[in-house]
């Protein structure tokens, strides 16, 4: 058990619709990154927040979007979504302000578009 | 920017012989870089991880990657595979703002 938590664990929805997925990094870890894994695209970099505030942003569409809350879990919104947005959403944790410190990564959510 | 490249999307080796899984980095000053393990329908398992010192690391389940700054190669070994290694692997090199990872490299190891 990695100590983050993510859900839901499987979502099916409808094109068009809008969800939201939700993370709770480990205990004490300050940051939080969103990574999308497809089958052909391996695993993408979508955003990563530090304690509450944007740190970086990789491969996000705009139909996405993100934020960390004080108690520093973390939500990633999906909207408008298309077929090819079926994929497993990654949430991941790590030490605060530190480039070498593994991540700590949560089950998925595992999201299918209809 | 930052980035590691598995060359080989599947490896296969018998059980009981070494394997070894390829990566290769680019980056811009000290490179940080990992190793992670995905099993089925599982999160990523961290195994190790180089930041300095010595150029053999030692990680989790007998895994061990070699550094090597003249290749630019942070390749993940073991002595002698298990059939329970089967997994998808990654490289991965890591700054403050992100970490990015390898396009993942399947291991089947066969009884």
């Known amino acids: 058990d990695s100590g983050v938590t993510q859900t839901p664990k499987h979502l099916i929805t409808a094109t068009g619709q809008r969800v939201t997925l939700r993370c709770s990094p480990r205990?004490?870890?300050?940051?939080v990154y969103w990574y999308q894994q497809s089958l052909d695209q391996g695993l993408q970099f979508l955003i990563h927040?530090?304690?509450?505030?944007?740190?970086a942003k990789g491969n996000i569409l705009e139909r996405f979007s993100a934020q960390q809350f004080p108690d520093l879990h973390s939500e990633l919104n999906l909207s408008s979504l298309e077929l090819g947005d079926s994929a497993l959403y990654f949430c991941?944790?790590?030490?605060?302000?530190?480039?070498?410190?593994?991540?700590?990564f949560g089950e998925g959510s595992r999201l299918t578009v209809l | 920017a930052q980035s590691v490249a598995q060359p080989e999307d599947q490896v296969n080796v018998a059980e009981g012989n070494p394997l070894t899984v390829k990566c290769t980095y680019s980056v811009s000053g000290n490179p940080y870089l990992f190793w992670y393990v995905q099993y089925p329908n599982r999160g990523l398992q961290f195994l190790l991880k180089y930041i300095t010192g010595d150029n053999l690391v030692k990680g989790s389940y007998g895994f061990e990657a070699e550094f090597n700054k003249s290749q630019t190669s942070f390749h993940l070994k073991k002595p002698s595979a298990l059939v329970s290694d089967s997994a998808l692997y990654f490289c991965?090199?890591?700054?403050?703002?992100?970490?990015?990872f390898g396009a993942g490299t399947r291991l089947t190891v066969k009884p």
């Open positions: 991965a090199v890591r700054d403050l703002n992100d970490m990015r």
């Open positions: 927040y530090y304690n509450g505030e944007e740190r």
């Open positions: 991941a944790s790590g030490l605060s302000g530190r480039a070498t410190g593994e991540l700590f």
């Open positions: 205990s004490g870890d300050l940051s």
